[in-house]
């Protein structure tokens, strides 16, 4: 759909803030040739930034702030008028939006699964004990180190491109990565098997794209509407909602995953010990509607099952 530019709505300039990893650039370019395309005759530029997150990469996540640390620059180039919205992997927004700003709108989602990428084995049951397996992600590192505990986990950051090279450099036998950013970046043939959710339950958001835009911008809000998909933001809300009940950020092993079947919200979730050796899961089902409602209940449901104590622990590790 084309919409009219010459609407009294219709902007004349759009400044999309992003960061400049290659993944993040594909994003960013993704939503501004969607928006140049609903907004005939507008500017659709990109603003390039390096986060803070981008630049200490010898620290885990967990270690250094957190994944507000991929979004702050971005906020403050907003707050300042450099920019109107920003686009993010959703998997690395926090699950509690600064205030001033929303996310206004959701798209449609790439596979949301994990993959497993290795240039000697053909997926995780073919790895041998203490092969070493590279992640970032203490979810990850929960799921491996529960199922496969004969391997060796070890710390991977870096932007994608970094990431496979350490791979080939020989450094690990074998990373887990993000389908979806293997995919938007034309690297499909590097994944040698996508995990279902039964063995690596997926991070809230992952796989799909979110714009973030002032909360006072309503015409930035509007711009972006469409570009939203009602499906896919019905299960991030959901996963979402699920993280953010239990405190979810990159200090608590958490996974997230729901999808709409036969016209019902299907959301299971997980939170674990790093160790792998506590783990509380569980599954509920409901209408996409309730979406927020399902994943506090879920979240509910596994702090009455023990999760609580896995909490607890994490806290005090902290």
């Not at 200490?56 to 906020?75: N, T």
């Not at 926090?94 to 929303?102: A, I, N, T």
């Amino acid at each position: 759909m084309s919409v009219n530019a010459s609407n009294a709505s219709a902007p004349r300039k759009i400044v999309i803030a992003s960061r400049e990893s290659r993944l993040a650039m594909w994003q960013a370019e993704h939503i501004r040739d969607r928006l140049s395309g609903l907004w005939a005759g507008a500017e659709v530029s990109i603003l390039g930034m390096t986060t803070k997150g981008d630049q200490i990469l010898d620290r885990p996540l967990s270690q250094i702030g957190g994944k507000g640390l991929f979004i702050k620059e971005l906020e403050v180039a907003m707050q300042e008028g450099r920019a109107d919205l920003a686009v993010h992997s959703l998997k690395d927004v926090p699950m509690e939006m600064p205030e001033g700003f929303s996310l206004t709108a959701i798209t449609a989602r790439e596979n949301p699964r994990d993959a497993f990428v290795s240039n000697k084995y053909a997926g995780l049951d073919a790895l041998p004990a203490g092969a070493v397996v590279g992640t970032s992600s203490l979810r990850r590192e929960a799921i491996l180190r529960a199922k496969y505990p004969q391997l060796k986990i070890e710390p991977l950051r870096g932007n994608l491109d970094t990431r496979l090279r350490k791979l080939d450099e020989g450094q690990y036998d074998a990373i887990i990565l993000a389908a979806a950013g293997l995919i938007r970046l034309g690297l499909k043939d590097r994944i040698k098997a996508v995990l279902t959710p039964e063995q690596s339950l997926p991070a809230p958001g992952q796989g799909a794209l979110g714009i973030e835009v002032p909360a006072d911008r309503a015409d930035a809000a509007a711009w972006v509407a469409p570009l939203n998909d009602p499906d896919t933001a019905y299960c991030v809300t959901a996963e979402r909602a699920f993280s953010r009940a239990l405190g979810g950020s990159c200090q608590v092993p958490l996974g997230g995953y729901a999808v709409i079947e036969d016209g019902q919200l299907w959301l299971r979730g997980f939170v674990a010990t790093p160790d792998g050796k506590e783990m509380v899961a569980d599954e509920l089902r409901g209408q996409p509607e309730d979406a927020d409602t399902i994943g506090r209940v879920l979240a509910q449901r596994l702090r009455d099952e023990g999760a609580d104590a896995i909490l607890a622990k994490l806290a005090a590790c902290a």
